[in-house]
């Protein structure tokens, strides 16, 4: 019987064969996990890439590169619907601009107007003759609601009578070039300052701080963070409420003793 001794080869040269096939990636691209969209509004990736042996590869960042999205699976050979943007090509599934510049590896893009059913996997390809790769290692899971998330109330320390505190509040900001704005209703006056940011997965995000010192009138008195996202011509509204918990010393004996002074 030498059936065993032939599979066992076959085994062996399948199993080289697949390593060979999908135990190296051409290109890296990095990107983030998930990104949450607005229906409307547009989405942008951030996005980069890199070529891990050039020189083998042939890859001259001279040559025009073109950018290619493919929705679902790397895989586009039977489903060129998959292909839902190419940076090559004028009319495009999606309306959209690779705005990072490609010959610094830099594959940032927009997704313009975009809508529920764009919510999928993406993966990103580069193709510059003679080289071409998709990285199937990495994709951004897109989600885009009809509605914005709330944003993000944190405090830090404890909240006491006559001491400054300050409130922070985050939103994200899916489509940088038009960021929510943060603003806040507090049973008191405060002072508040924003800002764009960027988070270590690269997404951004708009940080607002309120500065202001309680008294013990506002304990359980609610704060309130508003998220106001431009959409087209319209607005679409999220808040976060929180329960202000003041910690103060004990005022009845002070109320009762004042008018006796008076
Ligand atoms: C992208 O567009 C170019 C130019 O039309 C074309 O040669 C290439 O095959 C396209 N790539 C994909 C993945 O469809
Ligand atoms: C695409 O992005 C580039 C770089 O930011 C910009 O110059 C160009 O006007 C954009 N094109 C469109 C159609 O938005
Ligand atoms: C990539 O391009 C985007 C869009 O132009 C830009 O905002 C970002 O800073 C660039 N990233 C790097 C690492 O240069
Ligand atoms: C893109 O980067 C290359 C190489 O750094 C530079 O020569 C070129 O001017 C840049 N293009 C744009 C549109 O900034
Ligand atoms: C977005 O899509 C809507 C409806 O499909 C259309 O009326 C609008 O002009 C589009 N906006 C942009 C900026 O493409
Ligand atoms: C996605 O939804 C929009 C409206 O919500 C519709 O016009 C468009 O045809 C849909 N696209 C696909 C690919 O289903
Ligand atoms: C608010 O955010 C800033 C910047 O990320 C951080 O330094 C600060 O500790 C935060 N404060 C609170 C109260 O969470
Ligand atoms: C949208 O909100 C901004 C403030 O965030 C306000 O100035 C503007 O009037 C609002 N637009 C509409 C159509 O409600
Ligand atoms: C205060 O906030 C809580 C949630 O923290 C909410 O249930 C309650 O309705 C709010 N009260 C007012 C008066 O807005
Ligand atoms: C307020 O804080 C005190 C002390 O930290 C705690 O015992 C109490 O349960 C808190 N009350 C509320 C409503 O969160």
Same mark, same amino acid.
């Given at each position: ?28 691209? #990095? ?40 929705? %679902? ?12 943007? @190419? &940076? &090559? ?11 990072? @510049? ?37 994709? =951004?899971?897109? =989600? ?5 998330? *709330?944003?993000?109330?944190? =405090?830090?320390?404890?909240?006491? %009578? %006559?001491?400054?505190? *300050? ?17 806040? #209703?507090?049973? #008191? ?15 951004? &995000? ?27 011509? @319209?607005?679409?509204?999220? %808040? ?11 005022? @009845?004996?002070?109320? *009762? ?6």
């Amino acid at each position: 019987m030498t059936c065993p001794e032939n599979m066992f080869f076959l085994i062996v040269l399948f199993m080289s064969g697949v390593l060979a096939c999908f135990g190296q990636r051409h290109m890296i691209a #990095t990107m983030p996990d998930k990104l949450d969209g607005l229906t409307g509004s547009c989405v942008e990736i951030p996005c980069s890439f890199d070529i891990p042996d050039q020189n083998k590869y042939k890859f001259n960042s001279a040559i025009l590169t073109s950018g290619v999205w493919i929705k %679902e699976s790397p895989q586009f050979g039977g489903r060129p619907d998959n292909v839902i943007f @190419n &940076s &090559s090509v004028k009319d495009n599934r999606y309306q959209g601009n690779i705005t990072g @510049n490609m010959s610094q590896k830099n594959c940032t893009t927009v997704f313009f107007n975009v809508t529920t059913n764009y919510t999928n996997k993406y993966f990103f390809r580069i193709e510059s003759q003679p080289f071409r790769a998709t990285d199937p290692d990495k994709s =951004v899971d897109i =989600v885009v609601r009809d509605l914005p998330s *709330s944003p993000i109330i944190t =405090v830090s320390g404890e909240v006491k %009578e %006559e001491t400054s505190v *300050s409130f922070n509040c985050s939103a994200v900001a899916p489509c940088p070039e038009h960021p929510p704005e943060l603003t806040w #209703t507090l049973p #008191t006056q405060f002072t508040t300052e924003n800002q764009l940011q960027e988070n270590p997965d690269q997404t951004k &995000s708009v940080l607002s701080t309120v500065t202001f010192t309680p008294s013990y009138l506002h304990h359980e008195k609610n704060i309130t963070c508003t998220a106001v996202y431009p959409v087209g011509s @319209n607005n679409k509204t999220a %808040e976060h409420n929180m329960m202000l918990n003041v910690s103060f010393s004990p005022k @009845n004996t002070l109320a *009762s003793i004042s008018p006796a002074w008076g």
